[in-house]
């Protein structure tokens, strides 16, 4: 082959892998904002009948009744997307308020999650008995373990 050949083959090669690696991180963008939006509706999704309905009831010394039991259920549903990929590199996008040090410890964000998830499935749990005690309790565990996370990895301005 001419020298001119194997110039072309080199430019033609380097082109192609700048488009992969160009498509590559366009395809990280895209699930970093894909994340993101899971995330934040997840979070929103969850919060609304924790915070309205669930610590409502318990502020009010409520003993559980069928609301409360399925907005456990569906918080105890959505609090499994509570996992270190729903916090992956990259979905630091949009109007996040997450800390970039979630990203250093994946370890302590596992653990964090572990125990929110922990905590949810005991609120399920109490809001399916009738013990207003035990709701209140499990409630202020389920939102202690929430605080963790989000006072370690979490902006709040």
Known sequence: MSRRWNLWIIV??????GALAG???????ADGEAVFAKRADTMKQ??????????????????????????AKTVAGLAQNLTPALF??????????????IFQDPARVARLTDQARAAVAKLEAAAA??????????YHA????????????????
């Open 23 to 29: 498509a590559a991180v366009a395809a990280d963008a």
């Open 88 to 101: 992956a590199p990259g979905s630091a996008v949009g109007a996040t308020k997450m800390k970039p040090e």
């Open 129 to 138: 008995g009738s013990d207003k005690d035990a709701l209140a309790t499990a």
């Open 46 to 71: 969850m919060g609304k009948p924790f915070y309205l309905t669930i610590g409502r009831a318990v502020r009010a010394g409520k003993p559980p009744d069928p609301d409360i039991a399925g907005a």
């Open 12 to 17: 033609l090669a380097l082109g192609a892998a």
């Open 142 to 157: 389920a939102a202690d373990a929430c605080a963790a996370c989000h006072k370690a990895f979490r902006n709040e301005d």
